[in-house]
């Protein structure tokens, strides 16, 4: 059981930076990144993902060009930079990993291991 705890969230305007962070309990060897799931949402929808090795990264359209997905295999870790941030990118975000595939794309339905969600509120 591999257990991710997530960092990072919080209160900032349109325009703004964050960073999340994600912290694993153990290896990950297949994709991981960040699913998240507005207040109206009933699902939640991909955002990024990373491999192990950090060599194939995926962005969701909506996100491509503002954020910015990195690993560090030494920390177990992987981060969510998020710069121009706006009002539309509310949500709680969630870390999820597939532990051994690679295969891309695939849906919330796919992910073996997920964190408990850090909020991200961006006011206009």
């Known amino acids: 059981q591999v257990q991710l705890v997530e960092s990072g969230g919080g209160l900032v305007q349109a325009g703004d930076s964050l960073r999340l962070s994600c912290a694993a309990s153990?290896?990950?060897?297949?994709?991981w990144g960040w699913f998240r799931q507005a207040p109206e949402k009933h699902e939640r929808e991909f955002v990024a993902d990373i491999t192990n090795a950090g060599s194939s990264t995926n962005y969701a359209d909506y996100v491509k060009g503002r954020f910015t997905i990195s690993r560090d295999n030494a920390k177990n870790t992987v981060y969510l930079q998020m710069n121009s941030l706006k009002p539309e990118d509310t949500a709680v975000y969630y870390c999820?990993?597939?532990?051994?595939?690679?295969?891309?794309?695939?849906?919330?339905?796919?992910?073996?291991?997920w964190g408990k969600g850090t909020l991200v509120t961006v006011s206009s």
């Open positions: 999820a990993a597939r532990l051994w595939s690679r295969t891309y794309p695939y849906t919330e339905n796919d992910i073996d291991y």
């Open positions: 153990g290896r990950i060897f297949g994709r």
